[in-house]
């Protein structure tokens, strides 16, 4: 199999399997119980929050674990709402955010809050300049994501902070799910931030919302006083715990991942290039992990299918997206091409893939290609 679906989801570090199957086995004490082997598995986690919290360079009281990034992001943006909502009722968010952001926002929207959501330009991206020119005096929110899930553009997110910034009362989330452990993150500039663990090798049900200290956050799962009382139901300990040594690897290799992926991503951007009716949608500063390319008469579909068949796993769009019959809409929203829109497919790439699986995959691309027939 070469599994070029990364951004989808990863495998998980066997390390990080150990670690948590033992946790599984030995840990499993509720974090809140007042006995002894509940006040160890309390210690461990705590000891976790410090270790992430260093690891992004804010306060330890400013992690919340959560079970998903499409948790965070929603406690992110309707908690953040549902605390602040006599600060302003005027949001700014993207056209092209992960569906997670889309429908909190969509819901705050339908609950009377105006909002716009900025294109992107060219680059795939949106500017500082775009955002200065849409704030308010009464935005109380801007969420944009870091690194596009579809396409790899890169939001300059620090400077985009310093212009809400220049608003008081407005506050900057940034969902950092697809950029965490590949490019750094200005985390002193940002409010809250996104981060998934099953997208950098670690486990499924793990997730953070980094917040600073100075936010107030309404809780959205209601329940007892963990989390800070922000998110009812008893602690994922296990899952919370081994998120601190994911996360230590992830940033220890970050640098040589990206160089190891890049190649990948430099040769196959040159090959797709070169090969008849190949086409790529991706900006050329994107992050290299994520490559969105198109190839000519063939739909995302059929091309899903035909390279499924020969054990190679890509998406068409985003997965959580990928059951909707619509071309991408981010692709859309990039060049304005309805065709790319509809042959799009997504490769991403992770540590555990090779050149040669690069090759392989330019090998099949030019075998459908005669098998379908096609004149390109
Ligand atoms: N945000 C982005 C940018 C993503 O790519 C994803 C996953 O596809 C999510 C949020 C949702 O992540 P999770 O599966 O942890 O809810």
Same mark, same amino acid.
């Given at each position: 199999?070469?599994?070029?679906?990364?951004? !989808?989801?990863? *495998?998980?570090?066997?390390?990080? $399997?150990? /670690?948590?199957?033992? &946790?599984?086995?030995?840990?499993?004490? %509720?974090?809140?119980?007042?006995?002894?082997?509940?006040?160890?598995?309390?210690?461990?986690?705590?000891?976790?929050?410090?270790?992430?919290?260093?690891?992004?360079?804010?306060?330890?009281?400013?992690?919340?674990?959560? !079970?998903?990034? *499409?948790?965070?992001?929603?406690? $992110?943006? /309707?908690?953040?709402? &549902?605390?602040?909502?006599?600060?302003? %009722?005027?949001?700014?968010?993207?056209?092209?955010?992960?569906?997670?952001?889309?429908?909190?926002?969509?819901?705050?929207?339908?609950?009377?809050?105006?909002?716009?959501?900025?294109?992107?330009?060219?680059?795939?991206?949106?500017?500082?300049?775009?955002?200065?020119?849409?704030?308010?005096?009464?935005?109380? &929110?801007?969420?944009?994501?870091?690194? %596009?899930?579809?396409?790899?553009?890169?939001?300059?997110?620090?400077?985009?902070?310093?212009?809400?910034?220049?608003?008081?009362?407005?506050?900057?989330?940034?969902?950092?799910?697809?950029?965490?452990?590949?490019?750094?993150?200005?985390?002193?500039?940002?409010?809250?931030?996104?981060?998934?663990?099953?997208?950098?090798?670690?486990?499924?049900?793990?997730?953070?919302?980094?917040?600073?200290?100075?936010?107030?956050?309404?809780?959205?799962?209601?329940?007892?006083?963990?989390?800070?009382?922000?998110?009812?139901?008893?602690?994922?300990?296990?899952?919370?715990?081994?998120?601190?040594?994911?996360?230590?690897?992830?940033?220890?290799?970050?640098?040589?991942?990206?160089?190891?992926?890049?190649?990948?991503?430099?040769?196959?951007?040159?090959?797709?290039?070169?090969?008849?009716?190949?086409?790529?949608?991706?900006?050329?500063?994107?992050?290299?992990?994520?490559?969105?390319?198109?190839?000519?008469?063939?739909?995302?579909?059929?091309?899903?299918?035909?390279?499924?068949?020969?054990?190679?796993?890509?998406?068409?769009?985003?997965?959580?997206?990928?059951?909707?019959?619509?071309?991408?809409?981010?692709?859309?929203?990039?060049?304005?091409?309805?065709?790319?829109?509809?042959?799009?497919?997504?490769?991403?790439?992770?540590?555990?893939?090779?050149?040669?699986?690069?090759?392989?995959?330019?090998?099949?691309?030019?075998?459908?290609?005669?098998?379908?027939?096609?004149?390109?």
């Amino acid at each position: 199999m070469i599994y070029f679906d990364n951004a !989808s989801t990863t *495998s998980v570090r066997p390390e990080v $399997a150990r /670690v948590y199957k033992k &946790l599984i086995d030995e840990s499993f004490a %509720n974090a809140d119980a007042m006995h002894t082997p509940g006040r160890k598995v309390h210690r461990q986690v705590e000891q976790a929050r410090e270790h992430i919290a260093r690891s992004l360079g804010v306060k330890e009281g400013e992690i919340l674990f959560t !079970s998903c990034a *499409s948790e965070s992001n929603s406690l $992110a943006l /309707v908690g953040y709402i &549902l605390a602040n909502r006599q600060r302003g %009722n005027h949001i700014l968010t993207s056209n092209v955010e992960h569906s997670s952001t889309k429908h909190a926002i969509d819901f705050l929207e339908s609950q009377g809050f105006e909002v716009e959501r900025l294109p992107i330009s060219e680059e795939g991206v949106v500017t500082p300049e775009t955002v200065r020119s849409h704030m308010r005096k009464d935005t109380i &929110l801007v969420t944009l994501m870091h690194v %596009n899930n579809e396409i790899g553009s890169i939001n300059p997110i620090g400077r985009i902070a310093d212009v809400v910034h220049e608003h008081p009362t407005c506050v900057f989330h940034s969902d950092c799910v697809q950029s965490f452990g590949k490019i750094d993150i200005p985390f002193d500039k940002l409010d809250m931030a996104t981060i998934s663990a099953h997208k950098i090798h670690g486990v499924k049900g793990s997730a953070l919302l980094m917040k600073k200290s100075r936010i107030a956050l309404h809780p959205i799962v209601f329940g007892g006083q963990q989390e800070q009382g922000l998110r009812g139901g008893t602690e994922n300990a296990p899952a919370n715990i081994v998120l601190a040594k994911t996360i230590r690897l992830a940033l220890e290799e970050q640098k040589d991942t990206y160089a190891h992926v890049k190649e990948i991503r430099d040769f196959l951007v040159r090959e797709i290039s070169a090969f008849p009716g190949g086409h790529i949608n991706s900006p050329k500063d994107a992050l290299p992990y994520i490559l969105n390319v198109s190839f000519d008469q063939l739909t995302s579909e059929v091309l899903l299918n035909a390279l499924d068949e020969r054990g190679i796993c890509v998406s068409a769009k985003s997965t959580c997206d990928s059951r909707s019959s619509h071309a991408s809409e981010v692709v859309l929203a990039l060049n304005h091409s309805p065709k790319y829109a509809e042959q799009a497919i997504r490769l991403s790439f992770s540590k555990d893939n090779s050149l040669e699986e690069a090759k392989q995959f330019m090998k099949a691309m030019k075998e459908i290609v005669q098998n379908y027939g096609l004149s390109l």
